[in-house]
């Protein structure tokens, strides 16, 4: 099936399932703007140009990406806090927003935005290469007791780092933990053993996953992963850690109400669109579909706990 | 047999002819602009891609990205700016031949060892992806951090007169290195609260600033340049003995950019240096080096272009993008549900072989393309120097400002163009400069996260064998440059106290 017949496909189902008063009430501009810090081709530009083309005929306006880099999401959010609060520009927000306006103390911060809806979970696994020794996540902490051990983050402010940081407070071992300039590097030095594990994103290592060259210890998420499905979670081995890598959207504060339930209707239609799922799922992402009303509390809670670790761990003074 | 066959015929039947074509005059034009990027110039082509069959839009952005190579070569010759990275040591002898009107031929040297390096690059992709799969993989943060080391090592060649001048320079590049975020923490430096700083600064910038900033700032008081005779303008490809003298430099270009560009990190600003040193080394003519050697220019040229090829083995067989061009590449695989690993060679063959035969098309119309579009480039820049001056400003701020949309980067490429004429007046050479900022962030993120894998222990070096070998060449080459200098030097003390004595 080529990509216009996905599209013409997905604007047809997105018709059928339309309820009618959805369909009534137009979104009021032509053309949304949808704002990304990463780089084209880059995790959350590929989510919101996949997202943009399903969703775009479920609201019945044009979608834009716009790719507005430099550090970290600074411009991003700076772009963003000085926009009119009308709908027309929204940003895709993953915790990388969150660590820039804690670190970097941009000169406009997570606060300035106005958390609108919450889309996706990434599924966050520990993974060891599939010739290696290690057969569960016990078999790391064990191994880790007898001799300092070697695991590996994506990047140094990360939740990934957070989470083995926190790993390794709970267990009570010693481990050097490297963090890298990305999920594939990362993935490199797993492969060429030179880390024992590593914690990543799911999608970023499918490719060797699927060809069996390594090894998924243990999975991130309160629940177990539908693709895993023998994968013990993190929580079930005995630590009490969940991460929760959110993707979602956020807008300059002061969205109306009426823009603010076109969004959450909007997403939740085409969270169950069968054609959209298909694409979702293969990149390994859970739909967590959060209200306006859900998200803000969310993010406020995701951000004191983030803060908390970074002054804990002396990152932030 | 199956692939050749399977080649053809999505040749005769796909689209991908065009996009090859299509990519590498989109390509070449942009890595020719100074200030947009092999990344920029894929960037842009990338939404295209979208609504293309998965084969012929990877095609385009390899094509692209294969012009995008050459392409930077063009102003590297003709006006001293490097239009990418990668094409930064070709400034050195290209420039200089065309100082001395030598310009038609430089760019056919650079044009004739950009396609056979490229083809040669291909080649390797094709017939060796497996093996060179497993030197991308063998090399750890402390391989990494010794590869950094060995690159660094280069400065003694690139220094010219003053060994201690090109020190200094290149320990200024690598103060440029640390601003932006800590490797290992995060934490920002030296970035003043400026967002734009926090991912550091791109070797871009430092190179657009340097070169050719402060080149038109000299430019603005200098009298006006000598002109070329026209018989000098033309094109012209290496004859048949200066074509045996090029087989040397461009065996050591094809292989070093090999090997540099299966490297995720390593990639071909590092293979071109490298490649520039050793085609000095092993000529025989070392003293033409420097002052418009036509070694000097087909060694990078066929590096950086093999390097075009090679660097897509990390991007198909791990999905590791070795740098901001590959990632866009990789980003182009993603988006058509590609998943790249070892399982892409066998579950998607047809895009892998379009993919093969689209290079091969691409490196060829390379050639032409390269033929049609040099003489207009030739008799741009020798057009009455008011009116050059202004084009060349015109191209460089429009294609800084193009990068981000920032009007912060056309500031600092301002200050640093400042900082590049002073430095021209104190006679430190740009080149360590330039080298120290491309490397410096590789050395210092692969030392520091060596070194807390071993819990602070140096011996870590030591044990990786990788890194021993690349180390211990490093100080050998350290070694041999000093012991020539000191004998260079001592020589030249004798002849002046003999002739003081004589007088």
């Known amino acids: ?317 | 047999m199956e692939s050749l066959l399977l080649g053809l015929t999505l040749l005769v039947t796909t689209p991908l002819v065009l996009a090859a074509v299509g990519g590498v005059s989109w390509g070449v034009l942009g890595g020719a602009l100074p200030g947009i990027s092999p990344s920029i110039t894929m960037a842009l082509v990338l939404p295209l891609t979208y609504g293309m069959e998965p084969g012929s839009a990877i095609v385009l952005l390899a094509a692209t990205y294969v012009g995008a190579e050459y392409g930077g070569s063009i102003p590297a010759i003709l006006i001293n700016t490097p239009g990418t990275n990668a094409a930064a040591a070709t400034v050195l002898d290209g420039y200089a031949m065309q100082r001395q009107g030598r310009g038609g031929e430089a760019l056919g040297i650079s044009l004739y060892s950009g396609v056979l390096g490229g083809l040669f690059g291909l080649t390797m992709l094709v017939v060796l992806t497996e093996p060179l799969a497993r030197v991308a993989l063998a090399f750890t943060p402390m391989a990494y951090f010794a590869l950094g080391i060995l690159g660094l090592s280069i400065i003694a060649s690139l220094s010219g007169e003053s060994l201690l001048k090109g020190l200094a320079s290149g320990v200024l590049g690598l103060m440029v290195a640390t601003v932006g975020s800590d490797p290992v923490s995060g934490v920002p430096r030296f970035v003043f609260g400026r967002p734009e700083l926090l991912d550091g600064i791109a070797p871009i910038l430092i190179m657009v600033g340097l070169f050719a900033v402060s080149e038109l700032y000299q430019q603005a008081s200098a009298a006006e340049w000598r002109k070329t005779a026209g018989a000098e303008t033309r094109l012209r490809f290496p004859d048949g003995a200066l074509r045996r003298r090029l087989i040397k430099p461009q065996i050591l270009g094809a292989t070093i950019g090999t090997l540099e560009g299966v490297m995720p990190g390593a990639g071909g600003t590092i293979a071109s240096f490298m490649s520039y040193n050793e085609a000095r080394r092993w000529s025989r003519h070392k003293e033409e080096f420097g002052h418009g050697s036509p070694e000097g220019v087909a060694a990078p040229e066929t590096a950086n272009n093999t390097v075009a090829a090679t660097a897509l083995v990390p991007v198909l067989s791990f999905g590791i993008p070795g740098s901001n061009s590959a990632a866009i590449l990789l980003g182009g695989l993603l988006v058509h549900g590609l998943i790249p690993g070892p399982r892409l060679f066998e579950e998607n063959a047809d895009v892998v072989v379009a993919l093969y035969t689209g290079l091969f098309v691409a490196n060829l119309s390379l050639l032409f393309i390269g033929l049609l579009i040099l003489p207009v480039c030739l008799w741009l820049v020798n057009r009455p120097k008011a009116y050059l001056m202004a084009f060349i400003y015109a191209l460089i701020f429009s294609g800084v400002y193009s990068i981000d949309h920032s009007l912060f980067d056309v500031a600092l490429v301002l200050v640093v163009g400042v900082a590049g004429v002073f430095m021209r007046l104190a006679g430190l050479p740009m080149l360590p400069a330039v080298l120290g900022v491309v490397l410096g962030y590789m050395i210092e993120s692969n030392y520091r996260r060596s070194l807390v894998l071993s819990g602070g222990d140096h011996g870590i070096f030591i044990e990786d064998a990788i890194a021993l070998g690349l180390l211990s060449t490093a100080m050998l080459f350290i070694a041999g440059s000093l012991t020539t200098r000191a004998y260079l030097f001592v020589r030249r003390r004798r002849r002046q106290s003999e002739r003081a004595a004589d007088g």
Not at chain 1, 52 to 57: C, D, E, N, S, T
Not at chain 1, 150 to 160: D, K, N, V
Request: net charge negative.
């Open chain 1, 1 to 317: 099936m080529t990509f216009r017949h996905r599209i013409y496909l997905a604007a047809v189902a997105a018709l059928a399932a339309a309820p009618p008063c959805a369909a009534q009430t137009a979104y009021p501009h032509e053309v949304v703007t949808l704002v990304t810090h990463s780089s084209p081709g880059g995790g959350s530009d590929v989510f919101l140009r996949d997202l943009a083309r399903y969703l775009g005929p479920v609201m019945g306006v044009k979608l834009v990406v716009e790719n507005v880099r430099g550090g970290s999401g600074a411009r991003a959010m700076a772009r963003l806090a000085n926009a009119p609060a009308d709908g027309r520009i929204v940003y895709a927000v993953t915790p990388t927003y969150i660590y820039t306006s804690l670190l970097s103390h941009p000169v406009n911060n997570y606060k300035d935005l106005e958390p609108l809806v919450n889309v996706f979970f990434d599924e966050e696994i520990v993974y060891t290469r599939a010739d290696g020794p290690l057969h569960t996540l016990a078999d790391v902490i064990a191994a880790a007791r007898s001799r300092r051990g070697r695991w590996g983050a994506s990047t140094p402010a990360s939740l990934e780092r957070q989470a083995l940081e926190q790993l390794k407070l709970a267990a009570g071992v010693q481990a050097a933990i490297v963090s890298h300039d990305g999920g594939g590097d990362l993935m490199l030095n797993v492969l060429n053993g030179t880390l024992e594990i590593g914690v990543g994103e799911a999608q970023e290592i499918r490719g060797q996953l699927a060809a069996g060259r390594l090894r998924v210890l243990a999975v991130f998420s309160a629940e177990r992963v539908a693709d895993l499905p023998d994968v013990p979670t993190v929580q079930e081995s005995g630590y009490d850690l969940v991460l929760t890598k959110f993707r979602g959207l956020a807008g300059p504060k002061g969205l109306p109400d009426e823009i603010i339930l076109a969004w959450e209707l909007a997403i939740q239609q085409v969270l169950a669109d069968p054609d959209y799922r298909n694409v979702y799922e293969a990149a390994m992402l859970s739909p967590a579909f959060m209200s306006h009303a859900d998200y803000g509390p969310f993010i406020d809670d995701f951000a004191s706990r983030t803060e908390a670790y970074l002054r804990r761990t002396g990152v932030l003074q």
